[in-house]
């Protein structure tokens, strides 16, 4: 098109120079006539006159000729203007034909060949991850060394040609100018944690060290392409991984600017590899090229990384450079700008509110095998199943079924279905108002970048790549069904559930807080959490507790039933007093001994579980299983929950086994240290005060956070105090805290020799 515009300017501008040159000819025969005329004057009558040149006009032939010329000038340049006018149309026509053959030519080309490339993709990512799976199978069994190596080979060829086939397919995307970008909300954290971890075995393997540094300000939540992002991330390092023999790769993120509610991300991967140099700096970024030929030939690759890196950070508006020195390192950079969320109140129903019994379910899949086991998995979750193998036939069930009592709720369709493809079947079904409403949900073994955001813009709901995980089908089938009734504008701002928004969803609804007044067991406990995958809010007594509850509602919250400003049964009641979800939120209570009156007024308010202190991992595990999420797996027949006996929350300090505490840490060490030394001074000034509730709490505190390091003789003590304190019994209570201070001397003595980290 720029071509035919340019044409355009060339023959407009000839033909205003014609029309200009023609009166320029009139000028100048005008001036002719006016000079021979005052000449023949002069040379007849030997003066200039009117009276002559009236004469000499009226007897000079000649004259009579060159007063024609003005008139002959304008006619040719009249009719060379029209000439010049017609031609350069013509041609004008003609240039425009060949340039719309050659446009359309080239978008049925481009078509084709993207086409082309999505068909190919699918027919080979599918062997292919059918030989990974298989390498993966393998690789678990009992195996020879040499056969071992042989698996590990095959998966590791596989997995590069899979990589392959991606870059090439997103070249060829960049190419064609159809590179596409999704905006969904994500956890920026949470997405360079997981690229980093997908390379960290890869680096050890290698004998490198691959650490990430996220500073403190940079936001967790973002809207954006996180699968781009991860592209982009898992590019630098593997690259980084390749060119560093020796020494060590760190991934660093701040954030550089907020501006009008967007924030800008810098990240860098920094190596100690082999370095480039300032000249071959400049062949970095080109399709198809690498620094040397020597270097393409040791490390191998296409040299496409780079390119499709540079082209998905300008598509996110951003920037990517390098800066390195030979035998130095390098450091890769990019920055991109991503948008920060609008706090919208959540409009999805909570999923424990949501029931697959019945759910009227269709799956669409020509691939028979898969679609079997597929509709078993269905039947297993009690929803009432239909399934067919190709498109035509689907969507005549589904209009059939529109117009009867047997209304599909939701549709299950395979990207690829024979003689109608899902997508044109999800088209179909949204463009009918009769059927618009049912919910749709796509899968793929052979899933491209940019489709989710297509198909969402479609009205599907879902996006899944096959096979679909059995441990998260009945997750992913809440989620979607959970949009049922939202406005579709909303639908859409919200994005496809995908394996990736199923984690965000998961995260979001099984929320926990932990509320421990106690630094030593709040550390511990959070630590635990931490190495069984859970992240925790924290709160240090019963208001905090009450206003993080007020900010959030939690799938679970563990509670310490002795706090210091208001007791964890007060706070209990406060937290359910807020709101109907409040109401339905698991509380599992913390206490290293609870009377009998404490446990019935816990149970009295809805109370789950009980965990004796100190915490055993196994049990909290076992605890988060069964109530922690709403979005765990149930089967039917998988018994209730129960709460236990008072009996079993008793645990005398000899029954204690190493097993049950976590290793002291210095930093551990150091906490215990500052906190027991401040509750033993103030064990002291309350005793001395003679207040007995004050006594209590501290005696309980030092009596459950000294289990942790074994100490039986602090425990013992500490569980003497607090008995007197409850039963206000004090004649003896200053000699036995002269034994938990001297017992708690000895311990400090054997954990100091383990050294002290500040915490």
């Given at each position: 098109?720029?071509?035919?515009?340019?044409?355009?300017?060339?023959?407009?501008?000839?033909?205003?120079?014609?029309?200009?040159?023609?009166?320029?000819?009139?000028?100048?025969?005008?001036?002719?006539?006016?000079?021979?005329?005052?000449?023949?004057?002069?040379?007849?009558?030997?003066?200039?006159?009117?009276?002559?040149?009236?004469?000499?006009?009226?007897?000079?032939?000649?004259?009579?000729?060159?007063?024609?010329?003005?008139?002959?000038?304008?006619?040719?340049?009249?009719?060379?203007?029209?000439?010049?006018?017609?031609?350069?149309?013509?041609?004008?026509?003609?240039?425009?034909?060949?340039?719309?053959?050659?446009?359309?030519?080239?978008?049925?080309?481009?078509?084709?060949?993207?086409?082309?490339?999505?068909?190919?993709?699918?027919?080979?990512?599918?062997?292919?991850?059918?030989?990974?799976?298989?390498?993966?199978?393998?690789?678990?069994?009992?195996?020879?060394?040499?056969?071992?190596?042989?698996?590990?080979?095959?998966?590791?060829?596989?997995?590069?040609?899979?990589?392959?086939?991606?870059?090439?397919?997103?070249?060829?995307?960049?190419?064609?100018?159809?590179?596409?970008?999704?905006?969904?909300?994500?956890?920026?954290?949470?997405?360079?944690?997981?690229?980093?971890?997908?390379?960290?075995?890869?680096?050890?393997?290698?004998?490198?060290?691959?650490?990430?540094?996220?500073?403190?300000?940079?936001?967790?939540?973002?809207?954006?392409?996180?699968?781009?992002?991860?592209?982009?991330?898992?590019?630098?390092?593997?690259?980084?991984?390749?060119?560093?023999?020796?020494?060590?790769?760190?991934?660093?993120?701040?954030?550089?600017?907020?501006?009008?509610?967007?924030?800008?991300?810098?990240?860098?991967?920094?190596?100690?590899?082999?370095?480039?140099?300032?000249?071959?700096?400049?062949?970095?970024?080109?399709?198809?090229?690498?620094?040397?030929?020597?270097?393409?030939?040791?490390?191998?690759?296409?040299?496409?990384?780079?390119?499709?890196?540079?082209?998905?950070?300008?598509?996110?508006?951003?920037?990517?450079?390098?800066?390195?020195?030979?035998?130095?390192?390098?450091?890769?950079?990019?920055?991109?700008?991503?948008?920060?969320?609008?706090?919208?109140?959540?409009?999805?129903?909570?999923?424990?509110?949501?029931?697959?019994?019945?759910?009227?379910?269709?799956?669409?899949?020509?691939?028979?095998?898969?679609?079997?086991?597929?509709?078993?998995?269905?039947?297993?979750?009690?929803?009432?199943?239909?399934?067919?193998?190709?498109?035509?036939?689907?969507?005549?069930?589904?209009?059939?079924?529109?117009?009867?009592?047997?209304?599909?709720?939701?549709?299950?369709?395979?990207?690829?279905?024979?003689?109608?493809?899902?997508?044109?079947?999800?088209?179909?079904?949204?463009?009918?108002?009769?059927?618009?409403?049912?919910?749709?949900?796509?899968?793929?073994?052979?899933?491209?970048?940019?489709?989710?955001?297509?198909?969402?813009?479609?009205?599907?709901?879902?996006?899944?790549?096959?096979?679909?995980?059995?441990?998260?089908?009945?997750?992913?089938?809440?989620?979607?069904?959970?949009?049922?009734?939202?406005?579709?504008?909303?639908?859409?701002?919200?994005?496809?559930?995908?394996?990736?928004?199923?984690?965000?969803?998961?995260?979001?609804?099984?929320?926990?807080?932990?509320?421990?007044?106690?630094?030593?067991?709040?550390?511990?406990?959070?630590?635990?959490?931490?190495?069984?995958?859970?992240?925790?809010?924290?709160?240090?007594?019963?208001?905090?507790?009450?206003?993080?509850?007020?900010q959030q509602v939690y799938g679970l919250i563990f509670m310490d039933l002795h706090l210091p400003d208001i007791s964890g049964i007060e706070t209990i009641k406060a937290i359910r007093a807020l709101s109907d979800m409040h109401a339905k939120s698991a509380i599992v209570a913390l206490t290293a001994g609870a009377t009998d009156a404490e446990v019935a007024r816990c149970?009295?308010?809805?109370?789950?579980?009980?965990?004796?202190?100190?915490?055993?991992?196994?049990?909290?595990a076992e605890t988060l299983m069964r109530w922690q999420a709403l979005y765990v797996p149930q089967t039917s027949t998988a018994p209730a929950p129960t709460t236990p006996e008072p009996t079993q929350l008793k645990k005398s300090p000899q029954e204690i086994n190493e097993d049950d505490a976590i290793e002291a840490d210095p930093k551990l060490v150091a906490i215990f240290?500052?906190?027991?030394?401040?509750?033993?001074?103030?064990?002291?000034?309350?005793?001395?005060?003679?207040?007995?509730?004050?006594?209590?709490?501290?005696?309980?505190?030092?009596?459950?956070?000294?289990?942790?390091?074994?100490?039986?003789?602090?425990?013992?003590?500490?569980?003497?105090?607090?008995?007197?304190?409850?039963?206000?019994?004090?004649?003896?209570?200053?000699?036995?805290?002269?034994?938990?201070?001297?017992?708690?001397?000895?311990?400090?003595?054997?954990?100091?020799?383990?050294?002290?980290?500040?915490?």
């Amino acid at each position: 098109m720029d071509q035919h515009q340019r044409l355009v300017d060339d023959l407009r501008l000839l033909r205003e120079r014609a029309s200009q040159y023609a009166v320029y000819g009139v000028y100048i025969a005008s001036a002719s006539v006016v000079i021979a005329t005052l000449l023949v004057c002069y040379f007849m009558f030997d003066d200039i006159t009117i009276d002559g040149i009236i004469l000499a006009q009226s007897s000079n032939i000649g004259l009579w000729a060159v007063d024609c010329m003005p008139f002959v000038f304008a006619m040719w340049g009249q009719y060379a203007s029209f000439r010049m006018a017609s031609d350069a149309n013509d041609i004008i026509q003609s240039k425009t034909q060949t340039l719309r053959e050659a446009l359309t030519q080239a978008n049925f080309t481009s078509k084709a060949k993207s086409d082309f490339f999505a068909k190919m993709s699918h027919e080979l990512r599918t062997p292919i991850n059918g030989i990974i799976g298989m390498s993966d199978m393998l690789i678990d069994t009992k195996l020879g060394k040499e056969q071992q190596r042989y698996a590990e080979i095959i998966k590791s060829s596989a997995s590069g040609l899979l990589t392959l086939i991606n870059d090439l397919l997103d070249f060829s995307k960049i190419e064609a100018g159809k590179l596409e970008l999704e905006e969904i909300e994500f956890d920026l954290r949470e997405c360079i944690e997981k690229s980093v971890a997908l390379l960290t075995q890869q680096a050890r393997a290698k004998g490198l060290t691959l650490t990430n540094l996220i500073q403190p300000d940079v936001p967790n939540r973002l809207i954006g392409d996180p699968g781009r992002l991860r592209q982009v991330i898992i590019n630098l390092i593997g690259n980084a991984i390749k060119f560093t023999p020796t020494g060590e790769i760190v991934l660093s993120v701040k954030n550089l600017a907020d501006v009008s509610g967007k924030a800008q991300i810098h990240i860098e991967v920094a190596d100690t590899g082999i370095g480039i140099s300032q000249k071959d700096q400049s062949k970095l970024f080109q399709p198809y090229k690498q620094v040397s030929n020597s270097t393409a030939r040791r490390y191998g690759g296409t040299g496409l990384g780079l390119t499709i890196t540079k082209e998905l950070v300008e598509a996110m508006g951003g920037h990517v450079g390098v800066k390195s020195q030979e035998e130095k390192g390098s450091v890769f950079w990019f920055s991109v700008t991503l948008r920060k969320p609008e706090v919208i109140v959540n409009v999805v129903p909570s999923p424990a509110q949501i029931s697959l019994k019945g759910v009227r379910v269709l799956v669409a899949d020509g691939n028979i095998p898969a679609r079997v086991g597929l509709v078993d998995q269905l039947r297993a979750l009690e929803m009432d199943v239909q399934s067919i193998g190709n498109g035509n036939a689907a969507l005549q069930m589904i209009r059939a079924a529109a117009s009867s009592n047997f209304r599909f709720d939701l549709v299950l369709v395979d990207m690829f279905l024979p003689h109608l493809e899902g997508e044109d079947l999800g088209r179909e079904i949204k463009s009918h108002a009769e059927t618009r409403d049912t919910i749709l949900v796509m899968m793929t073994s052979a899933g491209v970048r940019g489709d989710a955001q297509r198909l969402n813009q479609l009205g599907f709901a879902g996006y899944l790549g096959k096979p679909i995980p059995p441990e998260d089908l009945q997750d992913i089938l809440k989620a979607v069904i959970a949009t049922k009734g939202i406005e579709e504008q909303e639908r859409q701002r919200m994005g496809l559930v995908t394996r990736h928004s199923l984690s965000e969803i998961r995260k979001k609804h099984s929320r926990v807080l932990l509320v421990e007044d106690s630094d030593v067991n709040r550390e511990i406990t959070l630590h635990m959490l931490t190495k069984l995958g859970y992240s925790a809010d924290n709160a240090e007594n019963g208001r905090a507790a009450i206003e993080a509850a007020r900010q959030q509602v939690y799938g679970l919250i563990f509670m310490d039933l002795h706090l210091p400003d208001i007791s964890g049964i007060e706070t209990i009641k406060a937290i359910r007093a807020l709101s109907d979800m409040h109401a339905k939120s698991a509380i599992v209570a913390l206490t290293a001994g609870a009377t009998d009156a404490e446990v019935a007024r816990c149970r009295e308010l809805g109370v789950k579980d009980f965990l004796t202190k100190p915490i055993d991992k196994n049990m909290l595990a076992e605890t988060l299983m069964r109530w922690q999420a709403l979005y765990v797996p149930q089967t039917s027949t998988a018994p209730a929950p129960t709460t236990p006996e008072p009996t079993q929350l008793k645990k005398s300090p000899q029954e204690i086994n190493e097993d049950d505490a976590i290793e002291a840490d210095p930093k551990l060490v150091a906490i215990f240290i500052k906190e027991a030394t401040l509750r033993l001074e103030s064990l002291r000034q309350a005793l001395g005060r003679g207040d007995t509730q004050r006594m209590a709490r501290e005696a309980h505190t030092l009596r459950s956070s000294g289990a942790y390091f074994h100490a039986a003789a602090i425990q013992q003590a500490a569980e003497k105090l607090e008995k007197m304190a409850d039963n206000n019994q004090l004649s003896e209570a200053k000699s036995v805290l002269q034994t938990l201070e001297d017992a708690y001397q000895r311990l400090r003595m054997r954990l100091e020799k383990t050294g002290i980290k500040q915490p």
